[in-house]
């Protein structure tokens, strides 16, 4: 499966998202110092794209669906590279948060394209298998772009935004490897797929699923937005080491979910495996504000994020199964919003814990969320 191109030309693009919050992260510290930045109001700059993913997947799910993926694809690539590459440009909050939402609004067109060719191109148990090769893809870049926007980032923070313009290139492969199969439906087609798709996404568990999708990217997004200000904090953290850490959580998402995930599912089931995950997750969260020694810091990170590894292919592929194979696009690109969106309100939500709290509690807040998020979706049975 691995030796496809398209497998591997997708499974980049779609990590680009990734990439949208993963290089500003480690450089933020930075950023709020020479810019002279609010720290609580600078926080959105890592999670504005989100907002802008979670407004824009959805109907650019349903045009792919309708007018061809590729369609959407390339120009959503151009774009991100376009707009990812101008915040370098910008030195005020708000020109700053509107490049950082154009470049969210092209990543949305990414995530909704490339999820639905994935999610047509195969069936059953290699969908499975290929959606968890694109958990431990993501997980991987998460491991890559923060160790590349810190050390990038430690010259100057300008420069990190550079690495946005690999949108560009990816382009290019993507109009070579992935030719447009589709045809654009008619107008009784469309409204077809309209009717069945608000079939889907109006069953209880579908929004139970949507909804668990954003709790645990609240609590996923309080690691990256909050941990690298508690290390500069407590241990005077670089850039560098901001990015070691971002990087090691996703160490164990990425082993996890491409050897662990598939098989913990079909011998426990899914709810059981989410759960695991879930409860992984609050444990380490709530250990965090307890660490002092970087090391630990690493070990707990990892644990995190095999927990995440765990819960997120899992309730991926349990939303795919709930989907037609024509609305694949439509329907894992509203799961694509709901985690997105999560991850923007985790600074709206968590931002007055900082300022009434302090740090220690912000990451005992999103344990609870993550706790949340378990009840939520185990409270009734499918």
Same mark, same amino acid.
């Given at each position: 499966?691995?030796?496809?191109?398209?497998?591997?030309?997708?499974?980049?693009?779609?990590?680009?998202?990734?990439?949208?919050?993963?290089?500003?992260?480690?450089?933020?510290?930075?950023?709020?110092?020479?810019?002279?930045?609010?720290? !609580?109001?600078? $926080?959105?700059?890592?999670?504005?794209?989100?907002?802008?993913?979670?407004?824009?997947?959805?109907?650019?799910?349903?045009?792919?669906?309708?007018?061809?993926?590729?369609?959407?694809?390339?120009?959503?690539?151009?774009? &991100?590279?376009? @707009?990812?590459?101008?915040?370098?440009?910008?030195?005020?909050?708000?020109?700053?948060?509107?490049?950082?939402?154009?470049?969210?609004?092209?990543?949305?067109?990414?995530?909704?394209?490339?999820?639905?060719?994935?999610?047509?191109?195969?069936? #059953?148990?290699?969908?499975?298998?290929?959606? $968890?090769?694109?958990?431990? *893809?993501?997980?991987?870049?998460?491991?890559?772009?923060?160790?590349?926007?810190?050390?990038? #980032?430690? @010259?100057?923070?300008?420069?990190?935004? #550079?690495? &946005? #313009? +690999?949108?560009?290139?990816? !382009?290019?492969?993507?109009?070579?490897?992935?030719?447009?199969?589709?045809?654009?439906?008619?107008?009784?087609?469309?409204?077809?797929?309209? /009717?069945?798709?608000?079939?889907?996404?109006?069953?209880? &568990?579908?929004?139970?699923?949507?909804?668990?999708?954003?709790?645990? /990217? +609240?609590?996923?997004?309080?690691?990256?937005? &909050?941990?690298?200000?508690?290390?500069?904090?407590?241990?005077?953290?670089?850039?560098?080491?901001?990015?070691?850490?971002? !990087? /090691?959580?996703?160490?164990?998402?990425?082993? %996890?979910?491409?050897?662990?995930?598939?098989?913990?599912?079909?011998?426990?089931?899914?709810?059981? *495996?989410?759960? +695991?995950?879930?409860?992984?997750?609050?444990? *380490?969260?709530?250990?965090?504000?307890?660490?002092?020694?970087?090391?630990?810091?690493?070990?707990?990170?990892?644990?995190?994020?095999? $927990?995440?590894?765990?819960?997120?292919? *899992?309730?991926?592929?349990?939303?795919?199964?709930?989907?037609?194979?024509?609305?694949?696009?439509? =329907?894992?690109?509203?799961?694509?919003? !709901?985690?997105?969106?999560?991850?923007? %309100?985790?600074?709206?939500?968590?931002?007055?814990?900082?300022?009434?709290?302090?740090?220690?509690?912000?990451?005992?807040?999103?344990? +609870? =969320?993550?706790?949340?998020?378990?009840?939520?979706? @185990?409270?009734?049975?499918?």
């Amino acid at each position: 499966m691995l030796s496809d191109p398209r497998l591997l030309v997708l499974l980049v693009a779609g990590s680009l998202t990734t990439m949208a919050g993963g290089v500003v992260a480690p450089i933020l510290p930075e950023m709020i110092q020479q810019l002279n930045l609010d720290p !609580a109001l600078a $926080g959105n700059l890592v999670s504005l794209h989100c907002l802008t993913i979670a407004l824009f997947s959805p109907p650019l799910g349903i045009v792919a669906d309708r007018i061809g993926h590729l369609r959407v694809l390339i120009p959503s690539l151009i774009l &991100y590279g376009l @707009f990812g590459t101008a915040g370098a440009f910008m030195h005020s909050l708000m020109p700053l948060l509107v490049v950082r939402g154009l470049l969210g609004a092209a990543s949305g067109g990414i995530a909704a394209a490339s999820l639905g060719i994935l999610g047509n191109m195969y069936e #059953g148990e290699a969908r499975s298998q290929a959606l $968890g090769y694109a958990t431990s *893809t993501l997980t991987i870049m998460g491991i890559a772009f923060p160790l590349l926007g810190g050390w990038v #980032g430690s @010259f100057h923070w300008q420069w990190a935004f #550079g690495l &946005y #313009g +690999i949108g560009l290139p990816m !382009a290019i492969l993507a109009a070579r490897f992935l030719p447009e199969k589709s045809s654009p439906k008619t107008k009784a087609d469309a409204k077809d797929a309209g /009717s069945k798709l608000r079939q889907v996404l109006g069953r209880p &568990y579908t929004l139970r699923l949507l909804c668990t999708l954003s709790l645990v /990217s +609240i609590a996923m997004y309080a690691v990256v937005i &909050y941990a690298p200000q508690y290390l500069k904090q407590t241990i005077d953290a670089t850039s560098v080491v901001n990015g070691i850490v971002l !990087a /090691s959580r996703a160490i164990g998402a990425a082993i %996890i979910s491409a050897f662990g995930t598939k098989k913990l599912a079909q011998r426990w089931g899914r709810p059981k *495996t989410v759960a +695991i995950g879930l409860g992984l997750m609050a444990l *380490t969260l709530s250990t965090i504000p307890i660490l002092h020694q970087l090391g630990w810091i690493l070990v707990t990170a990892v644990f995190f994020g095999m $927990g995440f590894g765990l819960v997120l292919p *899992t309730l991926y592929g349990t939303l795919a199964n709930l989907a037609p194979p024509d609305l694949k696009s439509s =329907v894992l690109a509203a799961g694509t919003g !709901a985690g997105f969106l999560g991850q923007f %309100i985790s600074p709206i939500l968590l931002g007055p814990v900082l300022a009434f709290c302090g740090l220690e509690w912000v990451f005992y807040a999103a344990a +609870i =969320v993550a706790l949340l998020a378990g009840v939520l979706l @185990f409270a009734h049975q499918q």
